[in-house]
């Protein structure tokens, strides 16, 4: 059974860093490419990224030069780090497999003082 | 990067009733693209891919159709479980881009 799941801090800083991870099971990463996806109230539904099953990765320009993903295998998890958070940034972020055909619950963010 | 525009944002509608959602992509996108379904509180629930093929466990009720750059996701016989906030997803190219998402509601 296909499952994900996105842990994350709840409320962060302006300018700190963002870091969720996305634990999944009854697959491998080495097989499918694991996607991030935010939503936010201003832009809704907007792709960031997605570490292929290889282990490169690719960035949605937008973030690019504040978001990075990674992961370990061995534990069957999935990272997201993005760094000089703003309030814009504040929604829900989702890991999805591969062809969004799974998605985890999604974790809220609030980035706030 | 590919716009979608999506149509309409708001679709009121009746029980039973024939229910059409638009997308319309800036480029060419091929087959490449997904609609989903979303309830308050829930992450997207994949319901067409390739624009036109039902994923796992959709109802029949439900399909996907392409008239050149415009996209169509249908609900024949509309039940009050599809009220919902539908999106399109095109993924021909990156970053895949979403539609700002149609809000089904009980008239």
């Known amino acids: 059974q296909v499952q994900l799941k996105e842990t994350g801090p709840g409320l962060v800083q302006p300018t700190q860093t963002l870091s969720i991870t996305c634990t999944v099971s009854g697959f491998s990463l080495t097989s499918y490419y694991m996607q991030w996806v935010r939503q936010t109230p201003g832009k809704g539904l907007e792709w960031m990224g997605f570490?292929?099953?290889?282990?490169?990765?690719e960035y949605n320009s937008e973030f690019k030069s504040r978001l990075s993903i990674s992961r370990d295998t061995s534990k069957n998890q999935v990272f997201l780090k993005m760094n000089s958070l703003k309030t814009e940034d504040t929604g829900v972020y989702y890991c999805?497999?591969?062809?969004?055909?799974?998605w985890g619950q999604g974790t809220l963010v609030t980035v706030s003082s | 990067d590919i716009q979608m525009t999506q149509s309409p944002s708001s679709l009121p509608a009746s029980l039973g009733d024939r229910v059409t959602i638009t997308c319309r992509a800036s480029?060419?996108?091929?087959?490449?693209l997904r609609w989903f379904q979303q309830k308050p509180g829930k992450s997207p629930r994949l319901m067409i891919y390739g624009a036109t093929n039902l994923a796992n466990g959709v109802p029949s009720r439900f399909s996907g159709s392409r008239s050149g750059s415009d996209y169509s996701l249908t609900i024949n016989s509309l039940e009050s479980e599809d009220m919902a906030i539908y999106y399109c997803?095109?993924?021909?190219?990156?970053?895949?881009?979403f539609g700002a998402g149609t809000k089904l509601e009980l008239k």
């Open positions: 997803l095109q993924h021909n190219e990156y970053p895949p881009t």
């Open positions: 570490i292929r099953s290889g282990g490169s990765t």
């Open positions: 480029q060419d996108i091929g087959n490449y």
């Open positions: 999805a497999r591969e062809r969004f055909a799974y």
